[in-house]
């Protein structure tokens, strides 16, 4: 089939049964060497869809919420704004195979700023000095290493891309804004993220 031919990894994984009382299922497909993600991901639905196991449909162990692993050779990259799953420019980045690893803030040492321009609209993470700032909530993803530098390579002022500190404990690279893009910026970082920004603004 166009899997095997295509070199990419699949799953099937047993779904809600039909209204007809008929098995029905979906199959997860990713790139090649994603197998282990695939059978997490198809454990995790498999759970949600209550259809237990074999014909006496017996009952699942639950299983916990896991954070996908970062391939060895890929890059971290920290979102905040019009990339964040969901947001306008989030296919950028699953168009050169990123995914999503994990949900979290920054530390209390950013400034969160609301950038003139677009659309898109984009808001400008700035460094500032400990205790001066707010957690902000951001998006760490991962991406294959000639894909992160095509994305970096296409980021236009005033961003650009920087180490963070993140609320846990990590340092990758992710968005930061030059302290001149923010000049006549508004500062939004009461909201805490851009998305809350979004909903109680748009």
């Not at 039909?18 to 090649?32: N, S």
């Not at 890059?75 to 050169?96: K, P, Q």
């Not at 920054?106 to 400990?130: F, H, I, N, S, W």
């Not at 650009?160 to 992710?174: E, F, H, N, Q």
Request: net charge positive.
């Amino acid at each position: 089939n166009f899997v095997n031919l295509l070199d990419l990894a699949a799953i099937a994984v047993p779904g809600p049964w039909r209204p007809d009382a008929r098995a029905a299922g979906v199959t997860f497909i990713g790139p090649h060497g994603s197998d282990a993600r695939l059978a997490g991901i198809g454990r995790a639905f498999h759970v949600a869809a209550g259809v237990g196991m074999g014909a006496a449909r017996k009952a699942l162990a639950p299983v916990k919420a896991a954070t996908p692993a970062l391939a060895p050779d890929h890059c971290e990259l920290v979102v905040v704004g019009a990339h964040l799953s969901g947001l306008a420019l989030n296919s950028e980045i699953t168009a050169l195979g990123g995914w999503l690893l994990r949900a979290t803030t920054t530390e209390a040492c950013y400034r969160l700023y609301a950038l003139p321009g677009g659309p898109p609209q984009r808001p400008g993470l700035l460094r500032v000095g400990d205790g001066a700032g707010t957690a902000i909530a951001v998006e760490v993803w991962a991406l294959p290493p000639d894909g992160f530098a095509r994305f970096v390579s296409a980021i236009p002022a005033p961003l650009g891309i920087g180490t963070l500190r993140l609320a846990d404990g990590t340092r990758p690279k992710g968005f930061l804004c030059e302290p001149e893009g923010v000049t006549n910026a508004i500062d939004i970082s009461a909201y805490g993220g851009w998305r809350t920004f979004l909903a109680k603004t748009v």
